[in-house]
């Protein structure tokens, strides 16, 4: 099974400025999807990281408050761009390994003031 | 689109004891992958036991079973001789076969409790 590093694991951060979180994949993995969840909630996807092109992005979520990138096969990263408080909530990263399993990132936890 | 339903927020089972957690699903797929995620306090999401569609046989992974009834759209968890560490939000998952629609969608959770 993949492991998939994230960080930070939780910030502290004001209004209006962005945040970068970061994913790393022991190996190498299709497909990495961001998601974010709220308190006590379910996963809800923001959008599908694509090797060397443009993310894909769900309704609701658009590339300039959340830009991704996605320079090779085992990394990826989600910026939280001009956060406002709505931001405040988990972010979590996960990877496609084999077998359609979905791998993921411990999370981090994001609280704007 | 597919839709996922958990219709128990919350759940309590006695340690040692047999517990199920309930999914249903909604989809016009005949190929598809479901799966049932555990996550606890840490926010780790882990994989529990994961489903092929096209297969008839409910999956096993030690002490967690699934009862697969694909024409109910159903996809409950069994959890046997609950332990402890089983207390965790557990979320039922659905992905679709296809290349063109990779992302997971998943069920709101069930919160389960393990009383000692």
């Known amino acids: 099974s993949a492991v998939i590093s994230q960080k930070p694991s939780r910030d502290i951060c004001q209004r209006g400025t962005s945040l970068t979180i970061q994913c790393q994949v022991d190996?190498?993995?299709?497909?990495m999807f961001w998601y974010r969840q709220q308190p006590g909630q379910s996963l809800t996807l923001i959008a599908t990281a694509n090797q060397g092109s443009e993310a894909t992005y769900e309704s609701g979520f658009v590339i300039d408050k959340f830009p991704i990138s996605r320079p090779n096969l085992t990394f990826s990263t989600l910026t939280v761009s001009n956060m406002s408080p709505e931001d405040s909530s988990i972010y979590l990263c996960?990877?496609?390994?084999?077998?359609?399993?979905?791998?993921f990132g411990s999370g981090t936890q994001l609280s704007v003031l | 689109a597919q839709t996922v339903t958990q219709s128990q927020p919350e759940m309590s089972v006695q340690e040692a004891e047999t517990v199920t957690l309930s999914c249903t699903y909604d989809t016009s797929e005949s190929d598809y992958y479901l799966f049932w995620y555990k996550q606890p306090p840490s926010r780790q999401m882990i994989l529990v036991i994961r489903q092929e569609a096209y297969k008839q046989q409910n999956a096993t992974e030690n002490r967690f079973s699934v009862n697969f009834q694909k024409a109910a759209k159903s996809f409950s968890l069994k959890i046997s001789d609950s332990q402890l560490g089983d207390a965790a939000m557990y979320f039922c998952?659905?992905?679709?076969?296809?290349?063109?629609?990779?992302?997971?969608?998943f069920g709101a959770g069930t919160r389960l409790t393990v009383k000692p």
């Open positions: 190996s190498q993995v299709t497909m």
């Open positions: 998952a659905y992905r679709s076969y296809s290349d063109n629609n990779n992302d997971m969608r």
């Open positions: 996960s990877g496609q390994g084999y077998n359609e399993k979905l791998f």
